[in-house]
Every structure is written in structure tokens, then in C-alpha cells.
């Protein structure tokens, strides 16, 4: 499924025919979820979508730094502190513009954490490529 997801972003997105990005930072797991699952989801679809676009996949870049209970049934502001301080940017990003991954976004605590974390490295831009959403929660 990441294949078909990145050949359909890359058709409906023009700014990644334009290579705009520096680099795509998938939104990490922390470390014993990726051995339970043995994969993470919003990898796999940056690394189909690098294929595609021609930009590297710096998984790297973005640490989950601490375990995060599952937010599915928490309230908005249960998600905001479950993720608080969770994620880490271990390089210096500065000027850069990076293409963050993730699966899905519900209430948008994760991505701003993430966001939060790599600004906080020196990244210029931070822009956010998703599968799904719910249209009631954005």
C-alpha cells in the first residue's frame, strides 16, 4: 500500500515534483513498539514515497525518546500530554526543509510534537504528509 500511496501523492502534489524538501523524516516508533510490530507504518510510506520523489529518508533524525501510551481512546488534551517530550531531533537542521511522514493524524498531538522537535533542531520548514485524517477532528 505505501507504493500506491506515494505514486498517488506524487501525482496530486506538485511541490514534490519540485523537490522543494531536503530530506523526509517518518514519524517514529519507539523502539520496542517497532520490534512488537517488527515495522512502522509512516516508514515505510516515506521510504516508498523517496523512491518516487528522489529525496532521502533520514529516519534518524526524529527519536521517540520515551514510550507513549496508544492515544485511541484518549481525549485531545490526554493525547497532547501523553506525547509531550516524547521525540527528540539528535542533528542540526538548520535552513532545512524537511517532509514529515506520518500514517494517520487524528487530533494532531503527535505531528506537533514532532514539529516542535525539529524546529527546535533549526529546521525552516516543516511540512506534513499524511494517509488519513478524520475531516471532524482537523
Known amino acids: ?16 515534483k519540485n523537490r522543494y524538501y531536503h530530506q523526509i523524516v517518518p514519524v517514529p516508533l519507539y523502539k520496542t513498539r517497532k520490534r512488537e510490530r517488527g ?12 523512491k518516487i ?18 492515544q485511541t481512546k484518549m481525549s485531545e488534551k490526554e493525547r497532547e500530554k501523553n506525547v509531550r517530550k516524547a521525540f527528540s531531533c539528535p542533528v542540526i537542521l538548520t535552513g532545512k526543509n524537511i517532509l514529515l511522514v506520518d500514517d494517520v493524524i487524528t487530533t494532531g498531538s503527535t505531528i506537533e510534537a514532532c514539529v516542535k522537535a525539529l524546529k527546535s533542531a533549526g529546521a525552516k520548514v516543516v511540512d506534513v504528509f499524511t494517509i488519513a485524517h478524520p475531516s471532524s477532528s482537523l
Open 53 to 70: 520523489i528522489h529525496i532521502p529518508v533520514k529516519s534518524e533524525h526524529l527519536l521517540r525518546i520515551r514510550s507513549t501510551l496508544s
Open 1 to 16: 500500500m505505501a507504493q500506491y500511496f506515494a505514486r498517488e501523492a506524487k501525482q496530486r502534489f506538485p511541490v514534490f
Open 39 to 50: 515495522y512502522n507504518q509512516s516508514e515505510e510510506i516515506a521510504k516508498a514515497l523517496a
